[in-house]
């Protein structure tokens, strides 16, 4: 069986200035994706993702995920396109609606969660794509805005999902669902048959690309063939690509890096 595209996250447990020894140890193998793991209150996903492009040559850095509560669209719009024209063909962007309770710590939880995403995704993807975008929506409120540098092909954008409406949103309006959970093989599965009846839904062309996290003990045993098993189960369920962890107390990923080169 063929695995599927597969990468390594950098942890928010693990320091910001420990950042450039995994990137420039990522870029060295042929480990085809670099996560970068946003969460509050910890390290921001477009600083990091500027410093992790910068640092390498090669390997895409996707960044899982973006809160949108937490950034206008048209600012987002902006770094993204930044970031891809500074990077061609090597940025992931991902959206996502963040955990509710932080979001409130922020003063910045919507009523509906769903609506603002819908409303910002389509927003930001006009927008890299290079169109002059009005929207009166009941959260994202744009008034004839436009990138003066928009990029030359927008970068891949993808929505983390774990439930239904969001799955299919993905499916509907990106160019694929991050599945950020543990999820097994008969959840993925059921994840990509919805995203798929999304994408089918909106009448847009091709199917959209499944990537999920998996966590691993990096402590383990044989972890290559963990990690090889692990890869080869997640692809039978439906996975284009695999983000492989470590976990909460041993967040370093250069164990499974040198498992995986």
């Known amino acids: 069986m063929s695995?599927?595209?597969?990468?390594?996250?950098?942890?928010p447990q693990?320091?910001?200035?420990?950042?450039?020894?995994?990137?420039?140890a990522v870029d060295a193998t042929d480990v085809?994706?670099?996560?970068?793991?946003?969460?509050?209150?910890?390290?921001?996903?477009?600083?990091?993702?500027?410093?992790?492009?910068?640092?390498?040559?090669?390997?895409?850095?996707?960044?899982?995920?973006?809160p949108v509560p937490l950034r206008n669209p048209a600012l987002a719009a902006m770094e993204l396109a930044t970031l891809d024209r500074l990077a061609p063909g090597r940025v992931i962007a991902g959206l996502g609606h963040g955990v509710l309770d932080w979001m409130g710590?922020?003063?910045?939880?919507?009523?509906?969660?769903?609506?603002?995403?819908?409303?910002?995704?389509?927003?930001?993807?006009?927008?890299?794509?290079?169109?002059?975008?009005?929207?009166?929506g009941r959260y994202v409120k744009l008034d004839g805005v436009a990138l003066d540098w928009a990029p030359q092909a927008p970068p891949e954008l993808v929505l983390g999902a774990t439930r239904e409406k969001t799955l299919r949103l993905a499916g509907e309006l990106a160019d694929g669902v991050l599945l950020v959970g543990d999820t097994d093989a008969e959840a993925?599965?059921?994840?990509?048959?919805?995203?798929?009846?999304?994408?089918?839904?909106?009448?847009?062309d091709g199917l959209?690309?499944?990537?999920?996290?998996?966590?691993?003990?990096?402590a383990q045993p044989d972890l290559r063939g963990v990690?090889?098993?692990?890869?080869?189960?997640?692809?039978?369920?439906?996975?284009d690509a695999v983000a492989f962890h470590g976990t909460f107390d041993a967040p370093d990923p250069r164990p499974l890096l040198d498992a995986l080169a």
Do not use: H, M, N
């Open 188 to 204: 993925l599965r059921s994840a990509r048959a919805i995203v798929e009846e999304g994408r089918a839904a909106s009448g847009r």
């Open 227 to 239: 990690l090889r098993a692990r890869a080869e189960e997640l692809a039978a369920a439906g996975a």
């Open 3 to 11: 695995l599927p595209t597969l990468g390594v996250i950098f942890r």
């Open 208 to 218: 959209p690309r499944v990537i999920t996290y998996a966590e691993v003990d990096p």
């Open 105 to 136: 710590q922020v003063g910045a939880r919507a009523e509906s969660p769903l609506t603002l995403l819908r409303e910002y995704t389509t927003a930001v993807r006009a927008l890299l794509d290079g169109e002059k975008v009005d929207a009166d």
């Open 32 to 66: 085809a994706e670099l996560w970068l793991w946003e969460d509050c209150f910890s390290e921001g996903g477009i600083a990091t993702a500027a410093a992790a492009l910068a640092w390498s040559e090669r390997v895409k850095v996707g960044i899982g995920l973006l």
């Open 14 to 24: 693990s320091p910001p200035e420990a950042l450039r020894e995994i990137v420039e």
